[in-house]
């Protein structure tokens, strides 16, 4: 063999130039038959699972868009937040009576934290080999109880919801879009003072009088009669009774609200 022949030159070492392995790794006896090179065989497997489930997630998105409400305000103190769907068993615990009021912290701190807790332990309490369910009992046990008070506090939470309310609190409305009717408030007048100091008015209807949960008070179309007839005696959602002015103060007020009609 002549020198040089068959050889490569790297640097001041000398290495066959057919001796280039595959990309392959050594054979594991005890995987067999699964020893493919993690670079690029493992790899683009991997990918190309994620992608086909991130083109099925993004095509969920533009055909299910996520349910938006209106502007948060703080104002409206008939709101009613609900936390998202897998909440919705915690939030149910806060509904009984061992976890609620005075045992509030029950059922939001030490209820989950035994759960969780329980959760990061199971590789320490169970470590048996078999791998069948009906060769853990204990293990299986827990999990399937785990599994039935989740389904079942979500499901008692899901059915005690009223979900038309919760659509209609967060319901997008004029006064969101900035769409609202063309009226002047004189703001120095004695009816809107009446109406400042009212705290059930404020409450229901806003500040500025473009409706929280109650309706919408500008460009109303009622009389001073109609407006007097529903605050004493209440219409739809709206109690009875909650003006505690004068009567005198209550005409001012009924004959302010009827007077917020839509500049023509």
Not at 171 to 193: F, N, Q, R
Not at 237 to 261: R, S
């Amino acid at each position: 063999m002549q020198r040089g022949k068959g050889m490569k030159f790297v640097g001041d070492s000398r290495v066959k130039a057919n001796n280039r392995m595959p990309n392959v790794p050594k054979d594991y006896t005890e995987y067999p038959g699964k020893t493919e090179a993690f670079w690029p065989d493992f790899l683009l497997k991997e990918w190309m699972v994620g992608a086909v489930f991130l083109i099925g997630y993004l095509l969920l998105t533009v055909a299910h868009p996520s349910p938006l409400e209106g502007p948060a305000d703080p104002t409206n103190a008939s709101y009613i937040p609900l936390p998202d769907w897998y909440f919705l068993s915690m939030y149910q615990l806060l509904k009984y009576t061992y976890a609620s009021g005075p045992y509030n912290v029950i059922g939001a701190m030490v209820i989950p934290g035994i759960a969780f807790g329980a959760l990061a332990l199971i590789p320490f309490l169970d470590t048996t080999p078999e791998r069948r369910p009906s060769k853990r009992p204990l293990p299986t046990a827990f999990m399937l109880l785990a599994v039935a008070a989740l389904i079942y506090t979500t499901w008692e939470s899901v059915e005690a919801t009223d979900w038309d309310a919760v659509d209609a609190q967060g319901e997008i409305t004029d006064k969101h879009l900035g769409l609202l009717p063309d009226v002047e408030i004189d703001e120095t007048s004695e009816g809107y003072e009446i109406y400042q100091a009212q705290a059930s008015c404020i409450g229901c209807h806003g500040g500025d009088l473009a409706g929280v949960s109650g309706p919408m008070l500008l460009g109303n179309e009622l009389t001073a009669e109609e407006v007097q007839e529903v605050i004493v005696n209440g219409r739809g959602g709206m109690p009875a009774g909650t003006f505690t002015g004068t009567d005198e103060e209550l005409q001012v007020l009924a004959e302010f609200i009827a007077g917020l009609k839509e500049a023509e």
